[in-house]
């Protein structure tokens, strides 16, 4: 069965500062790994997906994320970090083949100004 | 337009009741879910539909019961509701249920139960 770890329940950054948030999973085959974000008292909005190919992956509102197959890690990250990126991050994934998709726990981002 | 909604937003009741939460997509996909958030914000999968089909069940108590009156629709309904059942509630949906594709995640439903 497919599993995701996130293991920092929050992270602080400063402003301008860039910003990363772990994430490594498990499954048995290939994977399909998702970053979404949480606003407070709102739905789960996608960031971006690696499904194949480049390795660095661009998404919404100046994200990235590196999948990394050996370390089997999917780390986001951003260059500069905003205030109003301050939100919980989840990372997802899905076996190739498979509907469901695992979630990690979250991580709490705190960007400061 | 809102993508995926759901009502109510908000739902206080009190034990032993049955209640029921409503979702509705204008995103023209076939396959929608149900996910529960506790308390601790951990999201886990509770059901998924393709097509009004149900192609996920995960562990949940029987007095769950999902409806999916037409692929853009699917409905949660709880009996007897417990006080364990206080959460947040979001309805999702992606275009198939293959792996690739992202889902689309309504604002929520938090059920309160006293």
């Known amino acids: 069965a497919q599993s995701v770890a996130q293991p920092e329940d929050q992270v602080n950054v400063a402003e301008g500062n860039p910003l990363t948030v772990k994430c490594t999973y498990s499954?048995?085959?290939?994977?399909?790994l998702f970053w979404y974000v949480q606003y407070p008292n709102r739905g789960l909005q996608f960031l971006l997906k690696?499904?194949?190919?480049?390795?660095l992956v661009k998404g919404s509102y100046g994200f990235e994320a590196e999948f990394n197959k050996s370390q089997t890690s999917f780390h986001l990250k951003k260059p500069s970090a905003l205030v109003s990126d301050s939100a919980l991050y989840f990372c997802?994934?899905?076996?190739?083949?498979?509907?469901?998709?695992?979630f990690g726990a979250g991580t709490i981002l705190r960007v400061k100004s | 337009d809102t993508a995926v909604s759901q009502t109510p937003k908000y739902l206080v009741t009190q034990m032993g009741n049955d209640k029921s939460i409503k979702c509705e997509q204008n995103?023209?996909?076939?396959?929608m879910y149900w996910y529960k958030q506790d308390s601790k914000k951990f999201l886990k999968i509770m059901f998924s539909y393709n097509n009004k089909e149900l192609i996920i069940n995960e562990t949940v108590p029987n007095r769950f019961s999902p409806k999916s009156p037409d692929k853009a629709h699917l409905n949660l309904h709880i009996n007897s509701l417990e006080l364990g059942d206080s959460a947040v509630y979001f309805c999702?949906?992606?275009?198939?249920?293959?792996?690739?594709?992202?889902?689309?995640f309504g604002p929520g439903t938090r059920l309160t139960v006293t």
């Open positions: 995103l023209g996909h076939d396959t």
């Open positions: 997802a994934v899905r076996d190739w083949g498979g509907n469901k998709l695992v």
């Open positions: 499954v048995s085959g290939n994977p399909y």
């Open positions: 690696y499904i194949t190919g480049d390795n």
């Open positions: 999702a949906s992606s275009q198939v249920p293959d792996s690739s594709y992202e889902q689309y």
